[in-house]
């Protein structure tokens, strides 16, 4: 069964970057649509990131322009590189992937924000 792996998350101040990593247990990027959500304390959990069909990438409009979704193929990795961190970024970033008929998450990377 395949699996998906984040890590990453850490403790960085406002302004800081981070990088997250989400790797397959092996290559499932040809049939599936990967992405990147987050879920923050009390909050329902929220899409952040993902590539959309033609290999092109959306993202939730509190991160554009500061959130860079990435993967390697080769690797069989997903990658979210966050920049310009603020305090509301803070949450559990989980990976996604979308097959036809289900999707599959990881565990979860956590991320706090914070001076």
């Known amino acids: 069964q395949v699996q998906l792996v984040e890590s990453g998350g850490d403790l960085v101040q406002p302004g800081g970057s981070l990088r997250l990593s989400c790797a397959a247990s092996?290559?499932?990027?040809?049939?599936?649509?990967m992405g990147w959500y987050r879920q923050a304390p009390g909050k329902e959990r929220e899409l952040v990131a993902t590539?959309?069909?033609?290999?092109?990438?959306q993202y939730a409009d509190s991160v554009k322009d500061r959130f860079t979704i990435s993967k390697d193929n080769a690797k069989s990795t997903v990658y979210l590189q966050m920049n310009s961190l603020k305090p509301e970024d803070t949450a559990v970033y989980y990976c996604?992937?979308?097959?036809?008929?289900?999707?599959?998450w990881g565990q979860g990377t956590r991320v706090t924000v914070s001076s």
């Open positions: 996604n992937a979308k097959f036809i008929l289900s999707e599959l």
């Open positions: 092996r290559s499932i990027f040809s049939n599936t649509i």
């Open positions: 590539f959309i069909s033609g290999g092109s990438t």
